[in-house]
């Protein structure tokens, strides 16, 4: 399992990486070891790919919305590509923008904790699929948290969360997951 569980970690990030390659300059993929900000990427747009939202929620784009706090790059390979159909937008906001048009929100750990929660607390019930980085993010209510072991980046999913909003995980996203708790 463990070794099925692997491949499959693999497979997306080939999917992704192959689907971005037009995007990338060829130091970038000849690099022996894709940085942790690249496979957070990665991660980020396959959740977009594998989860559902309500219908009525996405229009005629998806958006993954970051904050501000953190200069990341590695999202604009993404801006543009297609998932589930429809072109994936990034935005840049900050805590006092509105986020209506977010599907996925990531807060980097360079947030700090208060700010962290305070995103929380303003997303509310809104179909929005938080991400981060942050240990202890899915104690705090987060949804996935991304979990660094030094080796490998993983993820673990808060599943009674995601459904609390009205979003929908795939069988197989959740099939590599770390952890899911709330099954």
Same mark, same amino acid.
């Given at each position: 399992m463990k070794h099925l569980t692997s491949m499959i970690r693999v497979f997306l990030l080939i999917g992704y990486l192959g689907g971005i390659s037009a995007?990338? &300059?060829p130091t970038v993929l000849a690099a022996p070891a894709a940085s942790e900000q690249t496979l957070t990427a /990665?991660? @980020?747009y396959n959740f977009m790919k594998f989860t559902e939202w309500p219908e009525g929620v996405i229009t005629d784009h998806l958006t993954l919305c970051s904050t501000k706090s953190l200069p990341f790059e590695e999202l604009d390979a993404i801006n543009g *590509? &297609? /998932?589930?159909s429809k072109p994936v937008r990034i935005k840049r906001t900050s805590v006092n923008e509105p986020l209506d048009d977010c599907q996925l929100l990531y807060l980097p750990r360079?947030? +700090?904790v208060e700010q962290v929660r305070h995103w929380l607390k303003i997303t509310g019930n809104q179909p929005i699929l938080i991400v981060s980085n942050i240990n202890g993010f899915l104690d705090m209510g987060g949804m996935i948290s991304l979990i660094n072991d030094g080796k490998n980046l993983n993820f673990e999913v808060n !599943?009674?969360? =995601?459904?609390h909003v009205g979003l929908k995980l +795939? /069988?197989? !996203? @959740?099939?590599i997951a *770390?952890? =899911? *708790?709330?099954r």
């Open positions: 995007f990338t &300059s /990665a991660f @980020l *590509r &297609s /998932a589930q360079e947030e +700090n !599943l009674e969360k =995601v459904k +795939n /069988a197989q !996203l @959740l099939q *770390r952890d =899911v *708790r709330g």
